[in-house]
C-alpha cells in the first residue's frame, strides 16, 4: 500500500500528549510546547478506521510509525498549534480497527466535513478518517467510553486467502463449534477477568462486565467464523486471550469449562493460548457524550 501521502511529522512520535510538561517536548521547543498547554476554542472527535498490519499499534511510541503519530502529522498539518491526539483504546501491532475514537483541541473553526475532506490529504491509504463530530474542549474518548465491541475473524481453511492474509487468524484443525458457543456464553455478565489479561497489565481493579460473547459462521463466507464480544471495558490481550481459549477448547486441547475455571481461580493456567493480532478488530464504542455536527452522520461499522 502506497504511504506516500503521510506527512514527514506523522511518521516521526510523539513523547507525551497534551498535557506534557513544557521541559517533556524539546524537539518543539519551550514556546511551541507551551503553546499545546493552552485551552483551546473547539474539540473535535475523530473516528478512525486502520490496516493494523502497518503500524506499531495506536498510541504514539517514540521512533516508530503509530496511528497517533500519523493522526498527529495530519491534524498538525492543518493547525499547528491543535493539540496532539488523545486515542481511546490502544490497540497492540496488527490489531485493525473499523471505529477507533480519536480527539483533539484546536482554535481553528473548521466544519465537521472541512475536518475529514482536509484530514485525509495528509493520510496515508492505510489510515482513514470516516467521521467527524465536534465535542467538549479536553474530551479524553477513554474517560467517557461506555461500551465497546470487538470482532474476531477466525479463517477454517486449510489454504491460504491472499484476501485475509493479516486480517483473519487461519486455524484450520478440526473444531467443535458447538463446544466454543457453549464456552463463550460463560462470559457474559459481571466477572473479574484478572486471568484474562497479558503480563503486562498491572491493573489491580479487573472486574469487566462482559454484554455480549457469540462465535457464528460468517454469513458471507462459510469458511470464516465471527465471534463477537461486548464490553464494558477490556485489559490487555484480553480478547485475543479469549479467542485462543476457544479455539484450545473447540480443537480439543482445554477441557470444555476453562472460562468458567478461569474466572474461579484467576489464573492465566487454566486459560489457552493468545490469539495472534491478525483477527481482531476494534468495531464500536459508544461515548457517554453529546456530538455535534456530526458528518457525514452515518458510517458501517462492521
Not at 5 to 29: C, F, I, Q, W, Y
Not at 179 to 200: I, Y
Request: with cysteine.
Amino acid at each position: 500500500m502506497s504511504t506516500l501521502k503521510a506527512t514527514a511529522r506523522g511518521l516521526s512520535a510523539e513523547p507525551t500528549d497534551s498535557s506534557a510538561n513544557v521541559t517533556d517536548a524539546p524537539r518543539e521547543g519551550v514556546d511551541a510546547a507551551r503553546a499545546r498547554l493552552e485551552r483551546r476554542a473547539h474539540g473535535v472527535l475523530l473516528t478512525v478506521a486502520y490496516d493494523g498490519r502497518l503500524f506499531h499499534g495506536a498510541a504514539r511510541q517514540r521512533a516508530l510509525r503509530t496511528v497517533a503519530g500519523e493522526l498527529d502529522g495530519a491534524v498538525q498539518a492543518m493547525d499547528p498549534r491543535a493539540t496532539l491526539v488523545r486515542i481511546c483504546s490502544r490497540t497492540d501491532r496488527g490489531v485493525h480497527a473499523r471505529a477507533q475514537l480519536v480527539s483533539f483541541d484546536t482554535d481553528k473553526d473548521i466544519s465537521s466535513r472541512g475536518w475529514l475532506l482536509g484530514l485525509s490529504e495528509h493520510l496515508p491509504d492505510e489510515l482513514a478518517v470516516v467521521q467527524v463530530a465536534k465535542v467538549d474542549v479536553g474530551l479524553h474518548p477513554s474517560h467517557v467510553a461506555k461500551r465497546k465491541r470487538y470482532e474476531y475473524l477466525l479463517l477454517t481453511s486449510p489454504s491460504r486467502d491472499p484476501f485475509l492474509e493479516g486480517r483473519a487468524w487461519r486455524h484450520y484443525a478440526r473444531l467443535d463449534l458447538a463446544v466454543m458457543q457453549a464456552e463463550a456464553l460463560d462470559l457474559l455478565g459481571e466477572h473479574d477477568f484478572a486471568a484474562f489479561r497479558g503480563a503486562q497489565d498491572e491493573r489491580t481493579e479487573t472486574v469487566r462486565k462482559i454484554l455480549r460473547a457469540e462465535l457464528q459462521p460468517s454469513v458471507e463466507d462459510p469458511r470464516l467464523l465471527r465471534f463477537v464480544i461486548e464490553g464494558d471495558r477490556f485489559m490487555y490481550n484480553m480478547v485475543r486471550i479469549i479467542m485462543g481459549t476457544l479455539v484450545d477448547v473447540g480443537r480439543g486441547h482445554l477441557q470444555p469449562g476453562a472460562m468458567k475455571r478461569a474466572l474461579a481461580s484467576k489464573s492465566r493456567d487454566d486459560l489457552g493460548m493468545t490469539a495472534p493480532p491478525d483477527g481482531l478488530y476494534l468495531c464500536e464504542i459508544e461515548l457517554a457524550t453529546e456530538q455535534r455536527e456530526v458528518w457525514p452522520p452515518s458510517h458501517p461499522s462492521s
